[in-house]
């Protein structure tokens, strides 16, 4: 009986609704239990690790999940609703304060990203690794005389797609410093922290709410 109490408790998703992520003035608070259940809202995005190979190959390790720390299947299959990822990956020149960008627009120096659905850049890869942890390889390359004692940071930002479950869709974004050279990181852009603006915007987020806090902020924004 034990048994079937439990599976009966997956089934209808009991103990994993989330619902305290919304606040009391969104709709989504008040959604049925059922549909809370079944779909576990939420989406957060951690960066695992991030290298740079010899031959310049940049690899990033990241793992998705829902607000209860539940593994996310990037292509909405195995749990409700479809995620989308880009990358960006900058350094810090040793007589710079400001980021200098490896993946930039075709044929500008403007600051750019990867997307990890469409593989817009030729040669990217995304591979599932399991528990929701994948492995994207940038189509980007750095150069063969890049910095490898330079401050490196990964950016990642992304959304998981609930309206279809007449739930708001969700955004995360994060950031990954390292030194290619296995160094230890001593530089990095510090302009404002995050919980300062955040004492006013509460939330962050720019460009449709996928971009939030400054650390990543500062990767695009540059002279």
């Known amino acids: 009986s034990a048994i079937v109490t439990l599976f009966a408790l997956t089934l209808t998703g009991a103990g994993r609704t989330n619902r305290d992520i919304y606040n009391k003035k969104q709709k989504a608070r008040y959604a049925d239990d059922a ?5 576990s809202p939420g989406f957060v995005v951690s960066i695992n690790s991030a290298s740079i190979a010899a031959t310049g190959t940049i690899t990033a390790i990241v793992t998705i999940t829902d607000t209860a720390g539940l593994p996310l299947d990037y292509y909405g299959i195995t749990t409700p609703g479809v995620v989308a990822l880009s990358f960006m ?5 040793a007589n710079a304060e400001q980021y200098t960008p490896y993946v930039v627009g ?7 990203s990867e997307n990890a659905t469409t593989l817009n850049f030729a040669g990217a890869k995304m591979t599932s690794l399991g528990n929701g942890q994948y492995q994207y390889v940038f189509g980007t390359k750095a150069p063969a005389n890049y910095e490898q004692t330079a401050t490196h940071t990964l950016g990642v930002y992304g ?14 974004s994060a950031t990954y410093n ?6 230890k990181v001593t530089k990095i ?3 404002v922290s995050t ?25 695009c924004h540059i002279p």
């Open 35 to 39: 549909v809370l259940g079944f779909v």
């Open 89 to 93: 990956m900058d350094y810090i020149p």
């Open 106 to 112: 075709a044929g500008t120096t403007r600051p750019s």
């Open 159 to 172: 959304s998981r797609t609930l309206v279809p479950f007449n739930l708001p869709n969700e955004y995360s």
């Open 178 to 183: 390292f030194v290619p050279n296995g160094g």
């Open 189 to 191: 852009r510090n302009v």
């Open 195 to 219: 919980q300062a603006c955040d004492s006013c915007h509460d939330q962050l987020a720019f460009h449709g709410g996928s971009r939030r806090g400054v650390e990543l902020c500062v990767m």
